[in-house]
């Protein structure tokens, strides 16, 4: 099921390089919502961006999960209305 009023910190940023990317750093969830009975979730994240999807490791027995996981997504400047969508579920 998917964890709400979620208080999560990341990155975004884009590098200059040969070919541009859309570098997205997922750090760390805070107050995570307890969804199983023990009072903890398993969280992960899943982000998408022109299509490509991309998902974190799970954190098992958390609401205060620790990824430090980097995601790197080709960027094309034709492209800038596009949407990254950033979701936070529990397993």
Sequence with gaps: SEITRTKAKWVVSEEDSI???????????????????????????????????????????TTKPQWKERFDFPYDKKHDDQILTIEVFDW
């Design 19 to 61: 070919s541009r990317q859309l570098i997205v750093d997922v750090v760390e969830g805070k107050d995570l919502l307890a969804m199983d009975s023990n009072g903890k979730s398993d969280p992960y994240v899943k982000l998408e961006y022109r299509g490509r999807k991309e998902k974190t490791e799970k954190k098992r027995y």
